[in-house]
């Protein structure tokens, strides 16, 4: 895996850097700026995730500690672009009405369909291509989390999997994860899993340092840009 290469692609617009949403359910998001990712240590993190609501159907989960420094990263990016996924009993991605995306109407739009409803099996022709690019598909990501509990991911016929981070959502974790949540909750058969990607002294990482997003132009492009989070900041040994 190409650590520093990575990229998710997003588009600017303005002085506004626009996170484009895809397949299942995501928020547009707009941010001013780009956000440094702080380290935290671990009960400030417990913190940040007891500060959303509960539910018998939500799990939230944190990275496993001995995560190599590119796959911390690709899993922070895709915290970036606030994507929301949703895996059938089979762990297959699904998609909304064939599209990879949904804007902001359509999600609107879901609170009075179903899943069953909306949503396909991804094919090769519209399979989202960042997160089976960063991260693999669920048997692989879910090898790399930890659940705050002993919780069964199969108990419901659909996962539906969230990317949090605190920095990231700038002041409006609560209020993004009612929108994603209230759009889906009358879904029966539906776990939403929180995976949170907030920076942990426990990996290593020097408490209370930053790591830097940067994004640069994409030659050719007028309005497009590639963020990169070019290293972490570890302890020096």
Same mark, same amino acid.
């Given at each position: *895996?190409?650590?520093?290469?990575?990229?998710?692609?997003?588009?600017?617009?303005? +002085?506004?850097?626009? =996170? &484009? !949403?895809?397949?299942?359910?995501?928020?547009?998001?707009? #941010?001013?700026?780009?956000?440094?990712?702080?380290?935290?240590? /671990?009960?400030?993190?417990?913190?940040?995730?007891?500060?959303?609501?509960?539910? @018998?159907? $939500?799990?939230?989960?944190?990275?496993?500690?001995?995560?190599?420094?590119?796959?911390?990263? @690709?899993?922070?990016?895709? &915290?970036?672009?606030?994507?929301?996924?949703?895996?059938?009993?089979?762990?297959? =991605?699904?998609?909304?009405?064939?599209?990879?995306?949904?804007? *902001?109407?359509?999600?609107?739009?879901?609170?009075?369909? !179903?899943?069953?409803?909306?949503?396909?099996?991804?094919? /090769?022709?519209?399979?989202?291509?960042? #997160?089976?690019?960063?991260?693999?598909?669920?048997?692989?990501? +879910?090898?790399?989390?930890?659940?705050?509990?002993?919780q069964d991911l199969d108990t419901n016929q659909y996962?539906?999997?969230?990317? *949090?981070?605190?920095? $990231?959502?700038?002041?409006?974790?609560?209020?993004?994860?009612?929108?994603?949540?209230?759009?889906?909750?009358?879904?029966?058969? $539906? !776990?939403?899993?929180?995976?949170?990607?907030?920076?942990?002294?426990?990996?290593?990482?020097?408490?209370?340092?930053?790591?830097?997003?940067?994004?640069?132009?994409?030659?050719?492009?007028?309005?497009?840009?590639?963020?990169?989070?070019?290293?972490?900041?570890?302890?020096?040994?």
């Open positions: *895996m190409k650590n520093s290469k990575e990229y998710v692609t997003l588009i600017i617009i303005s +002085t506004f850097l626009l =996170l &484009s !949403t895809t397949s299942c359910g995501t928020i547009m998001k707009t #941010i001013l700026g780009v956000p440094n990712l702080n380290v935290y240590s /671990q009960a400030e993190i417990n913190q940040h995730i007891a500060n959303l609501p509960k539910g @018998n159907n $939500i799990i939230d989960a944190q990275l496993n500690p001995d995560l190599s420094e590119a796959e911390i990263k @690709n899993f922070a990016l895709m &915290s970036v672009s606030y994507r929301t996924y949703i895996y059938d009993k089979n762990d297959s =991605l699904m998609c909304y009405n064939g599209e990879t995306y949904c804007s *902001m109407v359509q999600l609107e739009n879901i609170k009075n369909s !179903t899943i069953e409803d909306s949503y396909v099996i991804c094919d /090769q022709t519209n399979m989202d291509s960042s #997160i089976q690019k960063l991260l693999g598909d669920l048997t692989t990501i +879910t090898s790399k989390i930890s659940l705050d509990g002993s996962k539906i999997l969230i990317f *949090m981070n605190t920095d $990231i959502a700038k002041g409006e974790l609560t209020s993004d994860w009612n929108y994603i949540y209230n759009s889906l909750k009358d879904n029966k058969n $539906i !776990t939403f899993i929180r995976i949170w990607t907030d920076l942990n002294e426990d990996w290593g990482l020097k408490y209370g340092a930053k790591a830097r997003l940067k994004v640069r132009k994409v030659k050719g492009e007028k309005k497009e840009y590639s963020m990169t989070l070019p290293k972490l900041p570890y302890e020096k040994k």
